[in-house]
């Protein structure tokens, strides 16, 4: 309730302007992009409580450490320790079996910083999970933010792609010069993500 709250004033006295093409009926991945400023955490938090998402996010294992922890994983945070990756996906699987709808956010395109690729984890997750791909934006351009279309994954990795840089090809992001081109390495190999 109180998120909820806080969500409208946000909205309410905002410059930008929430567009929900759906909400999540059931567990999702929700992409965060084009992911160019730390900002774009407070965008979500305000979608997701706004539209009455629960969400869970990954994030470094080192944001969780000391006064922070109980602050970040309150906020949806799980933490990620790179040396065991595999855990994340076992931990969403379970959640995913327990019957609870939620949002899981990945910002496939890194940490704020214009890199070559996007990382692909997001879509191992969908794929190992059954989960949809909802594709959540931040454009600067238009002032506009929040949830697109969400599409099943078909493991044909160039096709899927395609349909998510269609979607992004005119998103820029609050740093717009920061933006990744949503491509993934594994579209130049043997089509595996």
Do not use: C
């Not at 909205?11 to 730390?38: C, D, F, K, Y």
């Not at 690729?117 to 959540?136: C, D, H, N, Q």
């Not at 899927?160 to 979607?167: A, H, L, N, P, Q």
């Amino acid at each position: 309730m109180l998120k909820r709250l806080i969500a409208r004033l946000y909205w309410a006295v905002s410059r930008w302007t929430l567009i929900a093409e759906t909400t999540p009926q059931r567990p999702t991945i929700l992409i965060g992009a084009p992911h160019t400023s730390n900002w774009d955490f407070v965008l979500m938090l305000a979608i997701a409580w706004r539209l009455g998402i629960e969400v869970h996010w990954l994030g470094k294992s080192s944001l969780f450490r000391g006064w922070r922890g109980p602050i970040m994983r309150r906020l949806g945070g799980i933490p990620v320790d790179r040396a065991d990756p595999a855990r994340v996906v076992n931990d969403v699987v379970r959640q995913v079996h327990s019957g609870s709808v939620f949002g899981l956010v990945i910002t496939p395109d890194g940490t704020r910083g214009g890199n070559a690729y996007w990382k692909s984890g997001f879509y191992r997750i969908a794929r190992e999970t059954g989960m949809p791909v909802t594709l959540g934006f931040v454009d600067r351009t238009t002032m506009t933010t929040g949830l697109g279309p969400t599409i099943e994954l078909t493991g044909d990795v160039a096709a899927d792609m395609d349909r998510i840089r269609d979607f992004y090809a005119d998103k820029a992001g609050l740093r717009p010069e920061r933006r990744t081109v949503p491509r993934l390495r594994e579209e130049s190999s043997d089509g595996q993500a």
